[in-house]
């Protein structure tokens, strides 16, 4: 099945920096690879997703770029704010299966510092 | 729209008791996912329904655990009986039809926290 790994597992940051979290994934065939933030003792809420058809998706501060060939996707968050710290979950879906069977990563805790 | 309703929020019981989960996912949607989280780690999919039927299971511990959905609607989840590393955040999810196109969303509930003694 696929694995998904992301990187780091925390990250610190001053308000106004830019913040970067990455994933990898090992099955070739995944075609969908979303962004979840999940504040604390909240339900996960998807952020911005991305189509293997697409290498790159941005809204507003936040970006996703896509490698299907080195296969991993990166978060970009810039200009952060107090307000987006939280955990950060990357997942892909996998070879065969519709939309929603998604394998998450492990997830990156984000800490705004003001 | 209301969201996904999930109960109990919480739950602490001993060892080898049984325990389940209630879910109501939002109005409409034919997909529903039973999620297990760890403290510390990303939800990993336990089962998966497309209205009352199973589309996938392979991770779900099939002997202690069990899940339904009847009428395609409501889902229950049930573990029977627990043990510590049951010990996790159990979050129920849904979105409006698998496979269409530009319509990849999960919503999640706000989970059911287990704690097993």
């Known amino acids: 099945g696929e694995n998904v790994e992301q990187h780091p597992s925390t990250l610190s940051v001053q308000e106004g920096d830019s913040a970067v979290i990455k994933c990898t994934y090992s099955?070739?065939?995944?075609?969908?690879f979303p962004w979840y933030k999940q504040e604390l003792g909240k339900r996960p809420q998807l952020i911005i997703d991305i189509r293997s058809n697409v290498g790159e998706k941005k809204d507003q501060r936040i970006a996703v770029t896509l490698n299907k060939t080195a296969k991993h996707f990166s978060l970009h968050i810039t200009e952060t704010q107090p307000e987006d710290s939280a955990v950060y979950f990357c997942?892909?879906?996998?070879?065969?299966?519709?939309?929603?069977?998604?394998?998450f990563g492990q997830g990156t805790i984000l800490t705004v510092h003001p | 729209e209301a969201g996904v309703a999930q109960s109990p929020r919480y739950k602490i019981i001993e060892k080898r008791q049984s325990v389940a989960f209630w879910c109501n996912p939002i109005s409409g949607h034919a997909t529903l996912y039973w999620y297990q989280q760890i403290l510390g780690q990303g939800p990993k999919l336990l089962i998966q329904?497309?209205?009352?039927?199973?589309?996938?299971d392979s991770q779900l511990p099939k002997d202690r655990f069990s899940a339904e959905r009847l009428k395609g609607v409501d889902s229950t989840l049930k573990i029977q009986p627990a043990k510590l590393e049951d010990s996790a955040v159990y979050l129920c999810?849904?979105?409006?039809?698998?496979?269409?196109?530009?319509?990849?969303?999960?919503?999640f509930g706000e989970g059911s926290r287990l704690t097993v003694l």
């Open positions: 099955d070739s065939a995944s075609n969908y």
């Open positions: 329904f497309q209205n009352n039927g199973v589309v996938d």
């Open positions: 997942a892909a879906s996998e070879r065969g299966t519709s939309y929603g069977k998604l394998t």
């Open positions: 999810a849904s979105s409006p039809r698998s496979g269409t196109p530009n319509t990849g969303e999960l919503f």
